[in-house]
């Protein structure tokens, strides 16, 4: 499964983003700071494009397991 948020927002490097440790986050109780952080423990990939003055793409990718049928009576 693969989505693609774009929008024309103001961009930035994700890279650039600071990981602080969680624990100093919910101690200085600070807005926003998670989402990258938790993209990127939920899916297998994330790519972040930046084109300045047009757009901003964001794609992620999960590879899902296929289930295995319950077994017949």
């Known amino acids: 499964m ?3 948020i774009v929008d024309t927002g103001r961009g ?6 600071e990981q602080a440790n969680l624990a ?3 101690t200085r109780k600070q807005s926003g700071g ?12 994330v790519q972040y494009q930046i084109v ?3 757009k901003n793409e964001l ?3 999960k590879r899902l397991k296929k289930k295995d049928p319950p077994p017949s009576a």
């Not at 930035?12 to 983003?17: I, K, S, T, Y």
């Open 2 to 4: 693969h989505i693609d």
């Open 12 to 17: 930035f490097d994700p890279a650039a983003v």
């Open 24 to 26: 100093e986050l919910a």
């Open 34 to 45: 998670l989402g990258m952080r938790l993209i990127r423990s939920v899916m297998d990939e």
């Open 52 to 54: 300045p003055g047009q």
């Open 59 to 61: 794609r992620m990718v």
